[in-house]
């Protein structure tokens, strides 16, 4: 299975857009790029999901380049209730999983 | 409210105690999975259901048991637990395999179990 890359941790302030990046090298033609959030002990939320370019939606953009090596997840102006752990997932069309990385651990501070 | 329940949220059980952790969702999806999280490990799946009688495992099913008699429940079944199934437990919902374009899966709020 693709495996993807992205920092272990990163810290912000409120109000502040933040960027987390994920690397995904081997990326299968038919892999769409999904993330996700979790705060403690609660289950993992969708946040995004997109193939190729840029998607928006109301809490989030997802920038993809044309070699889909990799992707950015842009939160606009966090809050302090942003803080959690953020998953980069490569889910296969027709797939039956999601294989769930270590995640960013986002801190957003005052 | 649409919504994936899982029950208990808590349970502490001992070794070889038979026990059963439902998960119900009342969306009508056809696809149902069981994950189980631990530090340094992340999320795991161990068992999977595409569709009501239609289970399969995933990546760390052993000691573990699914049935999918029912569209909305997919019931995870421990017949022996044993500590290292010490775990938080999340079930997943989702209308297809891959998730619906743009919808993602549908996680329950977890089960914390502790087996001494």
């Known amino acids: 299975l693709a495996k993807t890359t992205q920092p272990i941790s990163m810290d912000s302030y409120e109000g502040q857009e933040v960027n987390i990046t994920c690397s995904h090298n081997?990326?299968?033609?038919?892999?769409?790029i999904t993330w996700y959030q979790q705060f403690p002990s609660q289950g993992p939320r969708f946040i995004i999901q997109g193939y190729k370019t840029k998607v928006t939606n109301e809490v989030a953009s997802l920038f993809i380049p044309a070699d889909r090596k990799s992707s950015t997840l842009s939160l606009p102006r966090v809050s302090l209730s942003d803080t959690a752990v953020y998953y980069c997932?490569?889910?296969?069309?027709?797939?039956?999983?999601?294989?769930f990385g270590t995640g960013t651990q986002l801190k957003v501070e005052l | 409210e649409a919504q994936v329940t899982q029950n208990p949220r808590y349970l502490i059980t001992v070794t070889g105690k038979k026990l059963t952790v439902t998960c119900s969702q009342n969306?009508?999806?056809?696809?149902m999975s069981w994950y189980r999280q631990d530090p340094g490990l992340g999320l795991r799946q161990i068992y999977y259901?595409?569709?009501?009688?239609?289970?399969d495992k995933g990546d760390v099913p052993e000691g573990y048991k699914v049935s999918r008699k029912e569209k909305r429940n997919f019931p995870l079944i421990l017949e022996s637990p044993s500590p290292n199934q010490t775990s938080l437990y999340f079930c997943?919902?989702?209308?297809?395999?891959?998730?619906?374009?743009?919808?993602?899966?549908?996680f329950g709020s977890g089960t914390r179990l502790t087996v001494v």
């Open positions: 259901s595409m569709n009501v009688e239609v289970t």
């Open positions: 081997n990326i299968a033609t038919n892999d769409y």
């Open positions: 997932l490569l889910v296969t069309g027709g797939g039956n999983k999601l294989t």
């Open positions: 969306m009508n999806h056809e696809y």
């Open positions: 997943a919902s989702s209308p297809e395999g891959q998730g619906a374009w743009n919808y993602g899966y549908t």
